[in-house]
């Protein structure tokens, strides 16, 4: 393994000019376990059924490249490798797994295994894994958990779906505000299930109600006597159980948080979430707002035909039905189109630009309000700004498209009618591009989903009918 990252180091500048690409993927690779020569030793150790080589291989990787090890398979070397690897496979890989991935990868390794696996898990990686399993799968596995386990697991499937109470770690660390510095390090000492990674130490009063937050970096340079209520930061950030996660995610990002307390409605803490849980968040969110965008839904490269042929077919629909909406606009001219061949030539152009110039805005529109940077008193100076821009785009292309017209037809009324035609079209794509988002967003449509195709039917039709429009009255 160490063989394989090793990087030469050039002895000349004229080799190190010709070996510097090389060396950069090698550098890179040498900063992930699963290298593909990994992954070739992994399939051909599978092959020759040689179970030595293959824990030898996948065990000292990191659960994540594991995991990425196993998507990289087919079902067939995937199931040899689950029955190789038996209880040498870290539970941890299972997280990283995607929803298809895991379902298959829990019916190879079986309840029994998978309960006795999860309490070595943190509450949240445990409830990451169950919250995507069928209600009878589920229930077999809480079925066999120790009655601790189960009932923290239970009270986290509870609460909604994405939500802080879903992807809260339930292993904390709280003292009293009375204690010094020496008794909270000594406590921590002497606990056997502190969580894995913790950043925080949450100060709480009888009654376990949050008033305070001391980081752990404090603790460790302070003096021993030091009592916690010298160090606790005494308004800490509380996020309620309910509050969805990408709420949460943009209270970290704003306010630059490592770790927060979750409470309940009496302000009780009942877990706590760490960056490395809004780390997956972010990840999550932009990942459905890019899928929605392109009207593909939550599909992968490993998703079934059928099931991809189901998530784009409805979406292919609906922009088969804008498509004919703006072929009726076009209809409408047909004799104009007749008596004067060059404005067939044109229209694509003015649509194209118009629908190019409006998802841009809606692109800007759909970021700003997934990020909360929109409030009633921006909105206005928003659209005023695109509008703006818009504006000054379609002076721009109106005398550059109007000109390159000119020239190519050597008709100026045809440069005249593309110039008004784009200026108002790329007016108006500013203006919908800014509106469209946000009336789905007041209405309550995630406007990452169905922008684009409203945008697009506005721009075309607007487009098609100014364009037409005019040169139905101008120029025939």
């Given at each position: 393994m160490a063989e394989e990252n090793n990087i030469p180091t050039p002895t000349t500048h004229k080799d190190e000019s010709k070996k510097q690409p090389r060396e950069d993927g090698a550098l890179l690779a040498s900063l992930y376990?699963?290298?593909?020569?990994?992954?070739?030793?992994?399939?051909?150790?599978?092959?020759?059924?040689?179970?030595?080589?293959?824990?030898?291989?996948?065990?000292?990787?990191?659960?994540?490249?594991?995991?990425?090890?196993?998507?990289?398979?087919?079902?067939v070397q995937r199931f040899r490798l689950y029955r190789m690897l038996g209880s040498s496979l870290d539970t941890e890989t299972l997280t990283f797994l995607h929803e298809d991935m895991l379902d298959e990868a829990l019916s190879i390794?079986?309840?029994?295994?998978?309960?006795?696996?999860?309490?070595?898990?943190?509450?949240?990686?445990?409830?990451?894994?169950?919250?995507?399993?069928?209600?009878?799968?589920?229930?077999?596995?809480?079925?066999?958990?120790?009655?601790?386990?189960?009932?923290?697991?239970?009270?986290?499937?509870s609460f909604p779906e994405d939500s802080a109470g879903r992807m809260m770690q339930r292993e904390v660390v709280v003292a009293p505000s009375h204690w010094t510095v020496g008794q909270v390090i000594d406590f921590m000492?002497?606990?056997?299930?502190?969580?894995?990674?913790?950043?925080?130490?949450?100060?709480?009063d009888p009654a376990r109600r949050v008033i305070g937050q001391v980081m752990l970096s404090q603790v460790l340079i302070s003096q021993r006597p030091k009592r916690l209520s010298e160090l606790m930061?005494?308004?800490?950030?509380?996020?309620?159980?309910?509050?969805?996660?990408?709420?949460?995610?943009?209270?970290?990002?704003?306010?630059?948080?490592?770790?927060?307390?979750?409470?309940?409605?009496?302000?009780?803490?009942?877990?706590?979430?760490?960056?490395?849980?809004?780390v997956d968040v972010i990840e999550e969110e932009a990942e459905e707002d890019i899928m929605a965008l392109g009207q593909v839904s939550d599909m992968n490269i490993?998703?079934?035909?059928?099931?991809?042929?189901?998530?784009?077919?409805?979406?292919?629909?609906?922009?088969l039905g804008t498509a004919v909406i703006a072929s009726v606009?076009?209809?409408?001219?047909?004799e104009t189109i007749e008596k004067l061949v060059a404005l067939a030539v044109l229209m694509p152009i003015v649509a194209?630009?118009?629908?190019?110039?409006?998802?841009?805005?809606?692109t800007v529109a759909v970021r700003a309000i997934a990020m909360r940077q929109l409030s009633p008193q921006t909105v206005r100076g928003f659209v005023a700004r695109e509008v703006s821009v818009g504006l000054l785009n379609g002076v721009i292309f109106a005398v550059t498209c109007g000109a390159v017209s000119w020239?190519?037809?050597?008709?100026?009324?045809?440069?005249?009618?593309?110039?008004?035609?784009?200026?108002?079209?790329?007016?108006?794509?500013?203006?919908?591009?800014?509106?469209?988002?946000?009336?789905?967003?007041?209405?309550?449509?995630?406007?990452?989903?169905?922008?684009?195709?409203?945008?697009?039917?506005?721009?075309?039709?607007?487009?098609?009918?100014?364009?037409?429009?005019l040169a139905a009255l101008f120029l025939v």
């Amino acid at each position: 393994m160490a063989e394989e990252n090793n990087i030469p180091t050039p002895t000349t500048h004229k080799d190190e000019s010709k070996k510097q690409p090389r060396e950069d993927g090698a550098l890179l690779a040498s900063l992930y376990g699963m290298t593909p020569k990994v992954e070739v030793a992994v399939i051909n150790a599978i092959a020759d059924g040689k179970t030595e080589r293959v824990q030898a291989l996948v065990a000292p990787l990191h659960p994540a490249d594991q995991a990425d090890l196993l998507e990289r398979l087919n079902k067939v070397q995937r199931f040899r490798l689950y029955r190789m690897l038996g209880s040498s496979l870290d539970t941890e890989t299972l997280t990283f797994l995607h929803e298809d991935m895991l379902d298959e990868a829990l019916s190879i390794i079986g309840t029994e295994e998978v309960a006795r696996a999860l309490p070595e898990l943190d509450s949240d990686d445990a409830v990451d894994i169950l919250e995507e399993l069928e209600q009878e799968e589920l229930d077999n596995i809480l079925a066999a958990l120790p009655v601790a386990e189960r009932i923290f697991v239970e009270e986290s499937l509870s609460f909604p779906e994405d939500s802080a109470g879903r992807m809260m770690q339930r292993e904390v660390v709280v003292a009293p505000s009375h204690w010094t510095v020496g008794q909270v390090i000594d406590f921590m000492r002497n606990q056997s299930d502190l969580p894995d990674d913790f950043y925080s130490i949450f100060i709480i009063d009888p009654a376990r109600r949050v008033i305070g937050q001391v980081m752990l970096s404090q603790v460790l340079i302070s003096q021993r006597p030091k009592r916690l209520s010298e160090l606790m930061e005494n308004t800490p950030h509380q996020i309620p159980v309910t509050m969805d996660q990408e709420e949460v995610a943009l209270l970290f990002v704003r306010y630059g948080l490592l770790s927060t307390a979750v409470v309940d409605d009496q302000g009780r803490i009942v877990g706590m979430i760490t960056v490395d849980d809004i780390v997956d968040v972010i990840e999550e969110e932009a990942e459905e707002d890019i899928m929605a965008l392109g009207q593909v839904s939550d599909m992968n490269i490993r998703s079934s035909l059928l099931d991809t042929l189901k998530a784009r077919f409805s979406w292919l629909m609906i922009n088969l039905g804008t498509a004919v909406i703006a072929s009726v606009v076009i209809g409408m001219f047909d004799e104009t189109i007749e008596k004067l061949v060059a404005l067939a030539v044109l229209m694509p152009i003015v649509a194209s630009m118009g629908g190019n110039a409006g998802t841009q805005t809606v692109t800007v529109a759909v970021r700003a309000i997934a990020m909360r940077q929109l409030s009633p008193q921006t909105v206005r100076g928003f659209v005023a700004r695109e509008v703006s821009v818009g504006l000054l785009n379609g002076v721009i292309f109106a005398v550059t498209c109007g000109a390159v017209s000119w020239l190519w037809f050597g008709n100026p009324e045809i440069a005249l009618v593309m110039a008004a035609a784009m200026l108002f079209n790329l007016v108006v794509a500013g203006l919908s591009g800014a509106m469209i988002p946000l009336t789905l967003e007041r209405i309550g449509v995630d406007p990452a989903v169905a922008s684009s195709v409203f945008i697009t039917t506005v721009t075309d039709v607007i487009g098609f009918l100014s364009f037409l429009g005019l040169a139905a009255l101008f120029l025939v």
